[in-house]
C-alpha cells in the first residue's frame, strides 16, 4: 500500500477513535469552573512566581491555602477557611506567620509535618535562601501559629534554589527536604530525626548520593514513586543533562534526559497517570514541545514522548506554558491536564485516553486565566467532591476557580502514619488505584499524596479517585505505601465508596517497626525520658541522657546505626535510685555521615520502648592551620593567617588569646573559600611573648602559638 494510503488509512482511524472517545467522554463534560476569588478572600494581586499549596494547617478538616509573593516589600500570605458553604478566607499571616511578611521568598510553597508531632507545616524558598516554619498547634499562646525554625542561606556546593519537595528519602518515617538547586544539581537536606529543625546538608559535601552536584540551568521539579517500588524518586527539570533521578533506597541512579530546561522559560513538571494503565506518566512544560511523556510497560522507569495532546487535540500549545497541573476534574475516572500559560490562553485538556489510544479535547468549561498566570494548585476546597483551581498571576489578582461538577461520583482517601498517641500526618508518597471489583480493569488511574509538582506548587494530602461507575458500585482500591526501611507494603479493599462517610476512605498506617513507642511521634513525652542530646567532639561523638523514674524498668539500652544499617547496642546500664539520674557516653572515632542513637527501656516484661531517638552528622575537620611570619618583631604588629582544607558549611570563628588563655582578638568568617586569610590589628601584638591563635569551627578546633620577639 503507498504511503498516501497509509496515511489516509490512519487518518480514518485516529479520527474513528476520537469520535468514539468523544461520544464517551460526553458523559462527563459537567465540570464548569466560576472565578470565586472575590467573594473568597483569595483575589491578592501584586508580583508573583509560582509558589502557593492546599493543607489543612488547623486540624479542622477544612483547606486552608499558603501563597507566596514576588513583592519588593515581603508579602508571602497565609489563608484559613472559615469552613463555610461556600467557604470564605480570612488572611491570618500577621497573627499566626508574621515571619512571611519579613521578606520575599516567590519560588515554592511546600506542607510537611517534617518534626512528627500531628501539626502540619511548611517551607518557602527564594533563590538563595530556604525557611522552614513550624506549626505550633493547639496548645501554643496562639494557638496554630508558625515560627520560623529553620534557614539556609548557603550550601558547600552554592544556593540557587527553585523548586522544592518534602519527601522521605531515606525511609526512616521523617520528611527531608530536597531542592532542585538550579546551576549547582540537586540538593537534599536531611532531617536530623529529633523533631528539630536542624537539617544536615547530605550532598554533595556528604556522599552525593548518586544525584547532580552541578548543572548548566535548572527549575522546579516533580517528587513521585513512579515506579511504585516504596521509595520517592526526582524529576528535576535540567538543561543538557538527565533529568530523571530513580530512588535506590536511599542512593539514586540517574536515568534519563527527559527535555530542555532553559532559564528564559522557567515551566513545570507533574506525574499523573494520563493513560489510565495503573502507572505514572508525565507533563512536561515549555522549551522542548510540551508533552506528556509515558511511562511503557508497567512501571517500567522509561518514559517516551507522544505529542500529546497536542497530537490528538489538534491545539498547539504555546511554549509560555509555566505552570501545569492535572487531576480528575469531571469524576469520570480519568486524570485531565490543566496548563498555566504566561501570556494568551490558558487551557484545560479533558482525558478520554486509554492504554490503547490517546484522545484529549481542549473545554475550558468557562476557564479563562487572560493574562501572566504562573502556577496552578488542585484541591477540592470546597469539600463537595471535586477538584477546584487557584491560579496565581503575576501583577493581577490571582483567581479562585469553582467547579461545579457536583455530583457524588467520587472517593477520597486518607493514607496516614500513626505518630502514636492518636497522633497522624499524612503519608507523603502514599498511592491509590481503583480497579474493577475483579481487578482486571483499572476504573480509576494511580494518584498519589502530598507530592511536588508544576511550578512550586504540591498535591494536596487528602488523595481525590473519580468514580466513573458511580458510587454504588463495588470496586477493588489498592492502596500503596512506604514503611520504615522502604518496604513497600500494598492493602487491597473491596469497597463501595457509597458505604463511607463523608466518602472518604482512611487507612492508618502502624507498620512502621515492631518495636513499641518507636520514636516518630514528636508529641510523646516518655515517662522515663528528661533530657537525651548528642553532640559532635573532637574524635568521638558525645552523648548525654537524664533519666527518672525506674519503676518495673530493668535496663536502659543505647542503640547505634548509620544510614542503611541495622540497630546495634553499645551501652546498657541498669537503673539506680528512684530520683533523675545523668548519664553519659561517648562514641569514640565515628565513620564520616550521619550517625543516629536511640534509647531504650527495657521493662520487668522484657518489652522494648524507645525514649527518644537523635542524630547528628560527624565530619572529621581536616583543615590546616598557618600563621606567618611566625616568629615576628614587635616593630611589624601584624600576622597573616590562613586556613585550607575547610569541608564545612559552618561559621569559622578566630580567637586570638595569650598564653593564660585570655582572648584579646575575636571574628567570625564564611567559609566561603577553600583558602582564607586576614590581617589582624596593632593592638593584639602590643608586648613582647607567646600568644595563641585559634581556629575553630563547630566542636573542632586549631592552636596555632605565635611568638613576639
Known amino acids: 500500500m503507498g504511503s498516501k494510503c497509509m496515511n489516509d488509512v490512519i487518518a480514518r482511524q485516529r479520527m474513528l477513535l476520537s469520535l468514539v472517545a468523544m461520544v464517551a467522554f460526553s458523559l462527563y463534560t459537567n465540570a464548569q469552573f466560576t472565578n470565586v476569588a472575590a467573594t473568597a478572600g483569595l483575589d491578592r494581586g501584586g508580583a508573583k512566581d509560582g509558589g502557593m499549596a492546599w493543607a489543612d494547617f488547623n486540624n479542622d478538616g477544612c483547606l486552608d491555602l499558603l501563597m507566596n509573593t514576588n513583592n519588593s516589600s515581603g508579602d508571602s500570605r497565609l489563608y484559613q477557611s472559615d469552613c463555610g458553604s461556600p467557604p470564605a478566607f480570612m488572611d491570618v499571616t500577621a497573627t499566626l506567620a508574621p515571619d512571611l511578611l519579613s521578606e520575599t521568598c516567590e519560588r515554592s510553597a511546600v506542607w510537611g509535618d517534617f518534626n512528627n508531632d500531628g501539626y502540619i507545616d511548611f517551607a518557602r524558598n527564594k533563590a538563595y535562601k530556604v525557611e522552614i516554619y513550624e506549626n505550633q498547634g493547639p496548645g501554643a499562646a496562639t494557638p496554630w501559629s508558625f515560627n520560623l525554625v529553620g534557614e539556609v542561606t548557603s550550601l558547600s556546593g552554592g544556593l540557587n534554589v527553585e523548586g522544592m519537595a518534602w519527601m522521605d528519602y531515606n525511609g526512616d518515617g521523617f520528611l ?18 529529633d523533631c528539630t529543625a536542624n537539617f544536615y546538608h547530605a550532598t554533595p559535601n556528604a556522599d552525593p548520593l548518586g544525584l547532580p552536584t552541578s548543572a548548566t540551568d535548572g527549575d522546579y521539579m516533580a517528587t513521585c514513586d513512579y515506579n511504585n517500588d516504596g521509595w520517592v524518586d526526582v524529576l528535576a527539570r535540567k538543561r543538557d543533562q538527565l533529568d530523571l533521578y530513580r530512588n535506590d533506597g536511599g542512593t539514586f541512579t540517574q536515568m534519563q534526559d527527559i527535555d530542555q530546561a532553559s532559564n528564559s522559560k522557567k515551566g513545570g513538571v507533574v506525574f499523573c497517570d494520563f493513560d489510565n494503565d495503573g502507572d505514572f506518566d508525565l507533563y512536561w512544560s515549555s522549551n522542548g514541545t510540551n508533552q506528556i511523556w509515558e511511562q511503557t510497560g508497567l512501571n517500567s522507569g522509561t518514559f517516551v514522548a507522544t505529542g500529546e495532546p497536542e497530537s490528538s487535540s489538534g491545539v498547539s500549545i504555546s511554549s509560555n506554558v509555566d505552570g501545569c497541573g492535572c487531576g480528575d476534574l469531571d469524576n469520570d475516572g480519568d486524570y485531565d491536564l490543566v496548563l498555566i500559560n504566561n501570556s494568551g490562553t490558558s487551557y484545560i485538556f479533558e482525558n478520554a485516553s486509554t492504554p490503547s489510544a490517546w484522545s484529549f479535547f481542549q473545554n475550558n468549561n468557562g476557564f479563562n486565566v487572560a493574562g501572566n498566570g504562573e502556577g496552578v494548585a488542585l484541591g477540592d476546597y470546597d469539600a463537595d467532591g471535586d477538584l477546584d483551581m487557584f491560579v496565581n498571576k503575576n501583577g493581577t489578582a490571582n483567581q479562585l476557580w469553582q467547579n461545579a461538577t457536583d455530583d457524588d461520583h467520587y472517593l477520597m482517601v486518607d493514607v496516614l502514619l500513626d505518630l502514636k498517641a492518636g497522633f497522624t500526618r499524612y503519608d507523603s508518597g502514599a498511592t491509590a488505584l481503583l480497579k474493577s471489583a475483579d481487578g482486571s480493569v483499572v476504573k480509576a488511574g494511580i494518584t498519589d499524596s502530598q507530592t511536588s509538582f508544576g511550578h512550586g506548587c504540591q498535591k494536596p494530602g487528602r488523595m481525590h479517585l473519580g468514580l466513573p461507575d458511580g458510587p454504588n458500585v463495588e470496586y477493588l482500591l489498592e492502596i500503596g505505601y512506604t514503611s520504615i526501611g522502604g518496604s513497600r507494603v500494598e492493602i487491597d479493599t473491596l469497597i463501595t465508596p457509597a458505604d463511607y462517610t463523608g466518602d472518604v476512605f482512611t487507612v492508618v498506617s502502624s507498620d512502621f517497626g515492631s518495636v513499641s513507642g518507636d520514636g516518630l511521634g514528636c508529641n510523646l513525652l516518655p515517662l522515663g525520658m528528661v533530657d537525651f542530646q548528642a553532640t559532635q567532639a573532637e574524635h568521638s561523638i558525645a552523648l548525654s541522657w537524664k533519666l527518672a523514674g525506674s519503676d518495673g524498668v530493668s535496663t536502659y539500652q543505647l542503640q547505634h546505626r548509620v544510614e542503611n544499617t541495622p540497630w546495634e547496642m553499645i551501652y546498657e546500664d541498669q537503673p539506680v535510685g528512684s530520683g533523675e539520674v545523668q548519664h553519659a557516653h561517648t562514641y569514640l572515632n565515628p565513620v564520616s555521615g550521619i550517625h543516629y542513637f536511640r534509647l531504650m527501656e527495657k ?36 600576622v597573616m593567617w590562613s586556613v585550607s582544607g575547610i569541608e564545612r558549611d559552618e561559621m569559622l570563628t ?56
Open 176 to 193: 527531608d527536604l530536597g531542592l532542585e538547586n538550579h546551576n549547582y544539581g540537586f540538593d537534599l537536606l536531611l532531617n536530623p530525626g
Open 603 to 638: 521493662d520487668i516484661n522484657g518489652e522494648f520502648i524507645v525514649l527518644g531517638t537523635r542524630s547528628v552528622e560527624y565530619r572529621p575537620l581536616h583543615m590546616e592551620l598557618q600563621v606567618f611570619p611566625n616568629p615576628i618583631g614587635q616593630e611589624l604588629q601584624q
Open 654 to 709: 578566630l580567637e586570638v588569646m595569650t598564653s593564660e588563655g585570655k582572648v584579646i582578638h575575636s571574628q567570625n568568617l564564611l567559609p566561603r573559600d577553600t583558602f582564607l586569610s586576614s590581617r589582624l590589628a596593632d593592638h593584639c601584638w602590643a608586648y613582647p611573648g607567646i600568644y595563641l591563635i585559634k581556629v575553630s569551627q563547630g566542636a573542632h578546633f586549631l592552636l596555632e602559638r605565635v611568638v613576639v620577639k
